[in-house]
């Protein structure tokens, strides 16, 4: 199988994309580790993925991805128990119609949908070049199309909007990918960032009743299913064709090119540092 002896994470991955996702690399023979912070959730998820693809090396690690402190836990964890990461899925990320602060006072959208990436991808980068060929996917979106990233106001203080917060998240996925890459050129460890398509998953329906009825029309009217929504990161994080590809983003698992705005280098530099800084235990 292709995927037999490697050893794949997939954040967010008790519902939606991720579960897919999940299910799908198991399917191809790798360990998995499914991230996510509901432990019921979790282990029903690992006994179902293990029931259809009748892989059991599929393991439940429990993380509320938007707290730090969940964070380095989970990393620790996984360099205590497994000697490499061969893929590292990024893929949880959430839309919140109200401003919200995480546990460490950053606002929900970003700590949950740009911080978590880029403080457990930084923390197992060692296993990750343990790895033969690791590679790093993250789940970015269309949406980061027309966004720009205000850094006098990262957290959305001023004036909050849930979808603008969102497509900065997102865009910074995608700065954070280009950044990177660029960072591991000279390793065997590639990155790259996919827009899933407009996917009927769970996304959206953690608010409130009025969003949840938009988010359900949105997605009866022209939203594709999770097992489609899944294919570009599965295929970043298995095929063979895109081995040592690596800074690029991807729709319908074929390169496409992102806003200008994600393909500017110092921006990316100047998130990585804030990043650096918002992260530093
Ligand atoms: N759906 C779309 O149309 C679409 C389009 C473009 C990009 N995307 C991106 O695709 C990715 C996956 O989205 P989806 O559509 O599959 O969403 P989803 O159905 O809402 O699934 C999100 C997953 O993330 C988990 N999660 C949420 N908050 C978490 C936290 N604090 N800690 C740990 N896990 C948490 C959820 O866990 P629970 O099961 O506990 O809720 C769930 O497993 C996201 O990055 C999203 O931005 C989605």
């Given at each position: 199988?292709?995927?037999?002896?490697?050893?794949?994470?997939?954040?967010?991955?008790?519902?939606?994309?991720?579960?897919?996702?999940?299910?799908?690399?198991?399917?191809?023979?790798?360990?998995?580790?499914?991230?996510?912070?509901?432990?019921?959730?979790?282990?029903?998820?690992?006994?179902?993925?293990?029931?259809?693809?009748?892989?059991?090396?599929?393991?439940?690690?429990?993380?509320?991805?938007?707290?730090?402190?969940?964070?380095?836990?989970?990393?620790?964890?996984?360099?205590?128990?497994?000697?490499?990461?061969?893929?590292?899925?990024?893929?949880?990320?959430?839309?919140?119609?109200?401003r919200?602060?995480?546990?460490?006072g950053i606002e929900m959208t970003f700590a949950?949908n740009h911080l978590?990436y880029f403080l457990?991808?930084?923390?197992?980068?060692?296993?990750?070049?343990?790895?033969?060929?690791?590679?790093?996917?993250?789940?970015a979106?269309?949406?980061h199309r027309g966004a720009e990233l205000d850094f006098d106001d990262l957290q959305c203080e001023r004036r909050y909007s849930?979808?603008k917060a969102y497509q900065r998240s997102k865009l910074a996925n995608l700065l954070f990918t280009y950044e990177l890459?660029?960072?591991?050129?000279?390793?065997?460890?590639?990155?790259?960032?996919?827009?899933?398509?407009?996917?009927?998953?769970?996304?959206?329906?953690?608010?409130?009743?009025?969003?949840?009825?938009?988010?359900?029309?949105?997605?009866?009217?022209?939203?594709?299913?999770?097992?489609?929504?899944?294919?570009?990161?599965?295929?970043?994080?298995?095929?063979?064709?895109?081995?040592?590809?690596?800074?690029?983003?991807?729709?319908?698992?074929?390169?496409?090119?992102s806003s200008a705005a994600s393909r500017d280098p110092e921006a990316a530099r100047r998130l990585w540092e804030i990043s650096e800084a918002m992260t530093a235990?």
């Open positions: 199988m292709l995927l037999e002896g490697k050893i794949c994470m997939v954040t967010g991955a008790t519902a939606g994309i991720g579960f897919v996702t999940a299910r799908e690399l198991a399917r191809k023979g790798a360990a998995v580790v499914v991230v996510g912070r509901n432990p019921a959730k979790g282990e029903r998820v690992v006994q179902e993925i293990r029931a259809i693809t009748g892989n059991q090396r599929v393991e439940f690690e429990r993380a509320d991805l938007s707290k730090q402190a969940d964070v380095r836990r989970l990393a620790r964890d996984f360099a205590d128990r497994y000697p490499q990461l061969d893929v590292l899925v990024n893929n949880v990320g959430a839309i919140l119609a109200t919200q602060l995480s546990a460490d949950l978590s457990l991808t930084n923390l197992l980068l060692p296993k990750l070049k343990a790895a033969p060929a690791g590679r790093i996917v993250n789940v979106s269309a949406a849930g979808w890459a660029s960072r591991l050129d000279g390793s065997t460890v590639t990155a790259n960032a996919l827009h899933p398509g407009f996917v009927a998953s769970r996304f959206g329906l953690n608010n409130g009743p009025l969003f949840r009825l938009g988010m359900r029309i949105a997605f009866m009217v022209s939203a594709i299913p999770v097992e489609e929504g899944a294919q570009t990161s599965v295929y970043l994080a298995s095929s063979p064709e895109v081995g040592g590809m690596t800074g690029r983003y991807f729709i319908k698992c074929k390169p496409a090119e235990s």
